[in-house]
């Protein structure tokens, strides 16, 4: 990981969320090296997280399952970078707050109270998402 794109984490950050439809427990940490929730379920090099709640809610929506969705809030135990699946190649700068690290995500809460984008507009970044992965574009892992 570029050191000088690393965040420090201190006490005045922002409140972090992890979207999936994984069942995870209080205390358990998100771990690189398992298979990802996204594209072809390549073992995932880095783990994400979100300062939006928006961003979350479309990580539980779209990750790969018949669960339903769920939304940890999470403290990363180390630093962490800009996610460039959704930062300048896609949107400039980090409009969505998404970033990755290497280290793990730990969970500390599970967040009940969310509502789901509507089902049109699900259907349509669905319908985007199976379009990219027609052309071949898939997550960067770089």
């Given at each position: 990981m570029d050191t000088s794109k690393e965040k420090t984490i201190d006490s005045n950050?922002?409140?972090?969320y992890h979207g999936t439809k994984a069942i995870l427990k209080l205390g358990a940490l998100i771990e690189p090296?398992?298979?990802s929730n996204y594209g072809q379920r390549n073992k995932a090099k880095y783990v994400y997280l979100t300062a939006t709640l928006d961003a979350a809610i479309w990580?539980?929506?779209?990750?790969?399952g018949e669960d339903v969705g769920r939304i940890y809030i999470v403290e990363p135990t180390g630093p962490f970078e800009n996610?460039?699946?959704?930062?300048?190649?896609?949107f400039p700068g980090n409009p969505t707050k998404s970033y990755r690290t290497l280290h793990p995500l730990k969970v500390i809460a599970e967040l009940a109270d969310w509502q789901g984008h509507p089902p049109e507009?699900?259907?349509?970044?669905?319908?985007?998402?199976?379009?990219?992965?027609?052309m071949g574009i898939?997550?960067?892992e770089d």
């Open positions: 950050s922002d409140k972090f090296g398992f298979n990580g539980a929506e779209l990750a790969i996610d460039p699946n959704l930062t300048d190649k896609k507009q699900l259907k349509a970044m669905k319908d985007m998402v199976e379009q990219a992965k027609q898939e997550a960067i």
